[in-house]
């Protein structure tokens, strides 16, 4: 008797019936709506997404009686602004791509009053970003607790709620496009709120910016597109720091506290980031940092927060004390001062490239899980090095699908002196140290 193989076509009559793998069909599902989620919510996990598309459409259902009553009586005219909010609540790589925005913003309105929202863990670097007039720290209790904090303040929060509500915004922009930034926007009462809405909260705002996908490529792009719906025209695309003066001085008394004289050339070394795969292994960088020594007359900085400092101190023993370790001996602004000062800047996709690229200094970007073309930076005076041969490349930022570390392994410490070797050959390293 000859067996039947269950996974065959099985005729009955003039129907065919066809028996499929239970596991495939949960996989198909869940790839498609994985893939329809993707499409309107970006950058964030499955669940999440999930989660966010229930509560826009309990959102939409409450709110679209009140919007399409309020879009009778409101309508956006630029001319008339006199009040601006807007809201930058998430990481330093993040604020430092909108200062773009925030010129743009500044000169199409050079006559209203700007406030400006950041996250604590930025408060310094915006001292670089002088197109505000007011500044509001505040720690955002939902930024907290997705991070994992169940602790909530409530006063603070309402008092926060209700010192935004008493400049009584003509308009306000969420430059993230969260419902977590969307609903402390909401609650200002500004009269015209402006946002994306890929991370859900639309239903909040008077207007949703969708984006032109096609004209985004990279990240401050988004940013740059909120504001032309704005209208208001682009000038200028770049991001730009203008670093205080006594950061600058300040960064020079230091140097020469650790002995380097304003004629030395200096390469800057940042070798941690927020995730641990996206940190290229500190024995790499430790042979980096000896080698350079070795062959060039240059003097070698690692930097990083007070809590790299064990990880630092790790690769300059490695290296045999060839660097000078000042993790969390500067603010951000005097990092951004310290690279600024830098012939070259070496370090893993993180909120540091940022600047680097933002005070033009040459640049090494070591990705590994990411997006590069949205978050790094190529041309004559940047290398961007990263494998792709990875089985799950693309991917998203936030994990590592394969091996642990494996892509960022995969770069050797010859590819980064490669890379090296050809900025250093140009004559970029010296216009860069004339200029001191």
């Known amino acids: 008797m000859q067996a039947i193989n269950p996974n065959l076509p099985v005729r009955l009559g003039p129907l065919k019936w066809e028996r499929r793998d239970t596991d495939t069909e949960k996989k198909l599902k869940m790839g498609i709506k994985k893939t329809l989620l993707s499409i309107r919510y970006e950058s964030v996990e499955l669940k999440i997404r999930i989660f966010l598309f229930l509560v826009d459409i309990l959102g939409n259902i409450f709110f679209s009686p009140f919007r399409i009553l309020s879009?009778?009586?409101l309508k956006y005219d630029p001319k008339k602004v006199k009040n601006i909010l807007i809201l930058r609540l998430d990481g330093l790589g993040d604020v430092v791509l909108s200062s773009a925005a925030l010129r743009e913003i500044r000169k199409g309105f050079p006559q209203a009053e700007i406030t400006l929202v950041v996250g604590p863990w930025t408060r310094d670097i915006v001292k670089c970003i002088p197109f505000y007039d007011r500044l509001v720290v505040h720690d955002s209790f939902l930024f907290s607790f997705f991070r994992g904090s169940r602790r909530i303040h409530f006063r603070k929060e309402l008092n926060f709620i209700r010192e935004l509500r008493?400049?009584?915004?003509d308009l306000g922009i969420d430059l993230r496009g969260d419902l977590l930034s969307i609903i402390p926007l909401f609650l200002s009462g500004a009269r015209f709120r402006f946002a994306k809405d890929t991370r859900g909260g639309g239903f909040l705002l008077t207007h949703i910016v969708h984006w032109n996908k096609g004209m985004i490529r990279h990240e401050k792009d988004k940013a740059l597109q909120l504001v032309e719906?704005?209208?208001?025209?682009?000038?200028?695309?770049?991001?730009?720091?203008?670093?205080?003066?006594k950061d600058i001085e300040h960064v020079e008394r230091y140097l020469i506290e650790k002995g380097i004289k304003q004629s030395d050339l200096l390469i800057t070394i940042a070798p941690c980031a927020l995730y641990h795969w996206r940190s290229w292994r500190p024995e790499r960088f430790a042979q980096v940092v000896s080698l350079i020594a070795k062959e060039y007359d240059i003097k070698v900085i690692l930097i990083g927060s007070r809590g790299d400092r064990d990880i630092l101190e790790k690769i300059n023993d490695l290296a045999g004390s060839k660097a000078i370790n000042c993790a969390g001996d500067l603010t951000l602004s005097q990092v951004a001062a310290l690279i600024s000062r830098s012939a070259m800047f070496i370090g893993n996709d993180s909120g540091l490239i940022h600047i680097a690229a933002a005070v033009k200094?040459?640049?090494i970007q070591l990705f590994g899980p990411g997006e590069p073309e949205k978050f790094g930076y190529t041309g004559n005076k940047n290398i961007l090095l990263m494998k792709t041969d990875c089985p799950y490349h693309p991917?998203?930022?936030?994990?590592?699908?394969y091996k642990d570390g494996w892509c960022m392994d995969q770069i050797s410490v010859d590819d980064v002196m490669g890379a090296f070797r050809k900025i250093i050959a140009s004559d970029i390293c010296s216009l860069k140290e004339s200029t001191l």
């Not at 991917?395 to 699908?401: G, M, P």
Request: glycine letters at 2%; proline letters at 9%; one cysteine or more.
């Open 71 to 73: 879009r009778r009586h």
């Open 166 to 169: 008493q400049n009584k915004y």
């Open 395 to 401: 991917c998203s930022q936030r994990s590592c699908r």
């Open 361 to 363: 200094t040459p640049m």
């Open 229 to 245: 719906a704005l209208g208001v025209p682009i000038r200028n695309r770049e991001a730009e720091l203008s670093i205080p003066q």
